[in-house]
């Protein structure tokens, strides 16, 4: 009878352990059963399933650092479940499909970063070329005001020199 009812354990411990384990409602404990998610992955996957619900495993392996086509086959293998699915070979090409647009979606939008870049940097060029110019009128501006004083000292002396070759000299 002992061994009937240890035979029924070790079968019950068998069969949880290959019970799947959905990723959208697992708790921390049974996502850390799975081999390789352990609690560091295991807080990553619920702090994002706190934002939205995984859709699929593309969504799941796109969503989660860390997570691979890869490592979600292996998470598969070892009972994880996305919405009841486990993943596939196909869904290993669809996630690669996936990147390869995203890269491509991407690329316009690197391409308006760099354009605004060097727009940033031609406003940047003419702010400065105007705060220069502006500077410059700005000394010109000081030098005129200042200047009228020292051209009455020049005035004065060259009027001085002026009048003096002008007046005969008296003896």
């Keep these: 009878m002992f061994k009937k009812l240890l035979a029924f354990v070790a079968a019950m411990y068998v069969a949880v352990a290959f019970a799947a384990v959905d990723v959208n409602t697992a708790t921390p404990a049974e996502l850390d059963a799975i081999k390789g998610i352990g609690p560091v992955k295991s807080a990553l996957i619920i702090s994002e399933r706190k934002k939205a619900p995984f859709k699929d495993w593309n969504d799941f392996v796109t969503r989660v650092k860390g997570v691979g086509t890869d490592s979600a086959a292996k998470f598969s293998a070892d009972g994880l479940t996305v919405n009841g699915t486990s993943y596939k070979a196909s869904a290993k090409a669809d996630v690669k499909a996936d990147a390869k647009a995203d ?48 051209e009455t000292k020049a005035d004065v002396k060259s009027e001085a020199k002026a009048g003096a070759k002008t007046e005969p000299a008296k003896k």
Aim: hydrophobic residues 45%; without cysteine.
């Design 103 to 150: 890269k491509k979606a991407d690329k316009p939008v690197t391409e308006k970063a760099k354009d605004a870049a060097v727009a940033t940097k031609d406003a940047v060029k003419g702010a400065a070329i105007a705060t220069k110019d502006a500077a410059k009128e700005t000394a010109k501006d000081v030098k005129a005001a200042v200047t009228p004083k020292a």
